[in-house]
T-cell receptor, first 115, second 116 residues
Framework: DAGVIQSPRHEVTEMGQEVTLRCKPISGHNSLFWYRQTMMRGLELLIYFNNNVPIDDSGMPEDRFSAKMPNASFSTLKIQPSEPRDSAVYFC?????????????FGQGTRLTVV | AQKITQTQPGMFVQEKEAVTLDCTYDTSDPSYGLFWYKQPSSGEMIFLIY??????QNATEGRYSLNFQKARKSANLVISASQLGDSAMYFCAMRLNSGGYQKVTFGIGTKLQVIP
């Protein structure tokens, strides 16, 4: 398996522009997580899906952020409009929903810079 | 609410020595899992070790072991025989199993530097 695939790896955009981050989870995984990593706040859970359904979006910072999972193999995180304080590394992770050692597998991350 | 605490922002260890990275957690849920991840400077997140809340024995994976003290709600990572390649950020994480959903939250991390 190719692992969790995120695109793009790097994104530089101007303040006010819309940004869309993409994630393809590992086939067969039915939980998907979006995280944001910054020096100040560490790894923050933004939202997670189970069987394509958003379960908890309490970590989404504000209405400018939205996430969708239209099917089991694709998810997007959208920021509209983007602001400089959104600059961070955004990780997508997936896991199987079974008992035992179901660790989350992470993508390589998208480094977002908003100027 | 569930919480993960890592109180050591940075740690140094001499090569070939053992080091313990601290992690405490807080949850009222009886069923949970605890994980440690390594993040080298390249940025990827690498899974290291897992401990389930009902596991009777401490988890071990090669040079990594997890010192699980349930009553104290601690899940410290022990790295034996440190290597230069162990220099990285280390994150403790907790997965709750309430309602069949698996929410995974992370601590702030500990930066480990191995000194030659």
């Amino acid at each position: 398996d190719a692992g969790v695939i995120q695109s793009p790896r790097h994104e530089v955009t101007e303040m006010g522009q819309e940004v869309t981050l993409r994630c393809k989870p590992i086939s067969g995984h039915n939980s998907l997580f979006w995280y944001r990593q910054t020096m100040m706040r560490g790894l923050e859970l933004l939202i997670y899906f189970n069987n394509n359904v958003p379960i908890d979006d309490s970590g989404m910072p504000e209405d400018r952020f939205s996430a969708k999972m239209p099917n089991a193999s694709f998810s997007t995180l959208k920021i509209q409009p983007s602001e400089p304080r959104d600059s961070a590394v955004y990780f997508c992770a997936s896991s199987r929903r079974t008992g035992g050692n179901t660790e989350a597998f992470f993508g390589q991350g998208t480094r977002l810079t908003v100027v | 609410a569930q919480k993960i605490t890592q109180t050591q922002p940075g740690m140094f260890v001499q090569e070939k020595e053992a080091v313990t990275l601290d992690c405490t957690y807080d949850t009222s849920d009886p069923s949970y899992g605890l994980f440690w991840y390594k993040q080298p400077s390249s940025g990827e997140m690498i899974f290291l070790i897992y401990q389930g809340s009902y596991d009777q024995q401490n988890a071990t994976e090669g040079r990594y072991s997890l010192n699980f003290q349930k009553a104290r709600k601690s899940a410290n990572l022990v790295i034996s025989a440190s290597q230069l390649g162990d220099s990285a950020m280390y994150f403790c994480a907790m997965r709750l199993n309430s309602g069949g959903y698996q929410k995974v939250t992370f601590g702030i991390g500990t930066k480990l530097q191995v000194i030659p």
